[in-house]
């Protein structure tokens, strides 16, 4: 009862470590959280591995319900614009990426004031500086992402070819860039 009452009242996913101060190191956690589960099947609501812990999620299932309902939600994702989430998408990928490379990804330059709101909403924070002249800031995606978007790592995101092929991304832009800065 009292990591899910953890898991319950947290913003974020709960770590193992966190848990393990809750119910003590020799506890095993998988076993309790395998318990947790099983007694939420019925449930409209699930614990689930996202950004390094766990937290409860409604079940998809009923997700048109909660929309019809127009309540206010605790949802961690942010209303992005289309160009926002592009752009996050592509730091997603790519990452560390400047904010010069993303400008090539689209054939225009991405904004300060854009970055600054991927930012501010938790989704990217800084990375390593480039090494290319000038050693321009790199961004990375941070864990407020991956439990925004589900995901337990970046490497549950959809396949990059699949997009590359679908006309979404295109890894070329980038990798010429970053290619051409070296050889300077």
């Given at each position: 009862?009292?990591?899910?009452?953890?898991?319950?009242?947290?913003?974020?996913?709960?770590?193992?470590?966190?848990?393990?101060?809750?119910?003590?190191?020799?506890?095993?956690?998988?076993l309790l959280i395998d318990?947790?589960?099983?007694?939420?099947?019925?449930?409209?609501?699930?614990?689930?591995?996202?950004?390094?812990?766990?937290?409860?999620?409604?079940?998809?299932?009923?997700?048109?319900?909660?929309?019809?309902?127009?309540?206010?939600?605790?949802?961690?994702?942010?209303?992005?614009?289309?160009?926002?989430?592009?752009?996050?998408?592509?730091?997603?990928?790519?990452?560390?990426?400047?904010?010069?490379?993303?400008?090539?990804?689209?054939?225009?330059?991405?904004?300060?004031?854009?970055?600054?709101?991927?930012?501010?909403?938790?989704?990217?924070?800084?990375?390593?500086?480039?090494?290319?002249?000038?050693?321009?800031?790199?961004?990375?995606?941070?864990?407020?992402?991956?439990?925004?978007?589900?995901?337990?790592?970046?490497?549950?995101?959809?396949?990059?070819?699949?997009?590359?092929?679908?006309?979404?991304?295109?890894?070329?832009?980038?990798?010429?860039?970053?290619?051409?800065?070296?050889?300077?």
């Amino acid at each position: 009862m009292r990591v899910e009452a953890v898991i319950f009242a947290s913003a974020e996913p709960v770590t193992r470590e966190m848990l393990a101060r809750v119910v003590g190191k020799d506890c095993s956690i998988d076993l309790l959280i395998d318990d947790l589960r099983e007694e939420l099947r019925s449930r409209p609501y699930e614990l689930v591995s996202v950004a390094g812990g766990w937290q409860h999620r409604s079940r998809s299932v009923y997700a048109p319900a909660i929309r019809a309902s127009f309540a206010p939600t605790r949802s961690a994702a942010a209303v992005l614009s289309e160009l926002e989430s592009m752009v996050l998408i592509a730091i997603a990928y790519f990452q560390p990426v400047t904010r010069g490379e993303l400008g090539k990804i689209f054939g225009k330059e991405v904004s300060r004031d854009l970055i600054g709101s991927l930012r501010g909403a938790g989704f990217i924070s800084s990375g390593p500086r480039s090494p290319t002249p000038g050693a321009p800031y790199t961004y990375v995606t941070t864990k407020h992402f991956l439990s925004a978007f589900g995901l337990e790592t970046l490497r549950e995101l959809p396949d990059i070819e699949a997009l590359e092929d679908a006309g979404l991304l295109s890894r070329t832009a980038v990798h010429v860039e970053r290619v051409q800065a070296e050889a300077e």
